[in-house]
Nanobody, 126 residues
Framework: HVQLVESGGGSVQTGGSLRLSCAASNTNIRNYCTGWFRQSPGKEREGVAR????????YYHDSVKGRFTISRDDAKNTLSLEMNSLKPEDTGTYYC????????????????????WGQGTQVTVS
C-alpha cells in the first residue's frame, strides 16, 4: 500500500505563503485519487484540494479557490500544495491522503473514502 509522509508546515503571518509536500512510497500516487485535508481543534477533517490520476482534473474547496494550488511530480512521486494569501482560518493540521480513483468523481471530498493518510503537518497562520 502507498505510504505518505508530509512536510513543509510552519508558522506564517496572514497573507504569507507555504508549500506542503507529500512524499509517497511503495507505489505510484498517480494511480490514486490524492488530496489534502486539514483539521483544526473541534472541527471535522475537511478536504481542501484533490487531484485525479489525470492531473488536470482537480477540485478545490470554495474557501481556498484562487489561493491554493495542488500539483504532482510523477518523477519524484510527490504531491504538493502551494498555499498563498494565507488566513488565520487556514490554521490546522494538514494531511495528505489517497483513495481509489472512483472517489475523484465525487463533488466533494469525504475523509471516510480515503484509506491512506500521512501523519500530518501543522500550519499556523497568525
Amino acid at each position: 500500500h502507498v505510504q505518505l509522509v508530509e512536510s513543509g508546515g510552519g508558522s506564517v503571518q496572514t497573507g504569507g505563503s507555504l508549500r506542503l509536500s507529500c512524499a509517497a512510497s511503495n507505489t505510484n500516487i498517480r494511480n490514486y485519487c490524492t488530496g489534502w485535508f486539514r483539521q483544526s481543534p473541534g472541527k471535522e477533517r475537511e478536504g481542501v484540494a484533490r487531484m485525479d490520476t489525470v492531473a488536470s482534473n482537480t477540485y478545490y474547496h470554495d474557501s481556498v479557490k484562487g489561493r491554493f494550488t495542488i500539483s504532482r511530480d510523477d518523477a519524484k512521486n510527490t504531491l504538493s500544495l502551494e498555499m498563498n494569501s494565507l488566513k488565520p482560518e487556514d490554521t490546522g493540521t494538514y494531511y495528505c491522503a489517497a483513495a481509489q480513483t472512483i472517489f475523484c468523481r465525487d463533488n466533494a471530498m469525504e475523509a471516510e473514502n480515503y484509506l491512506r493518510w500521512g501523519q500530518g503537518t501543522q500550519v499556523t497562520v497568525s
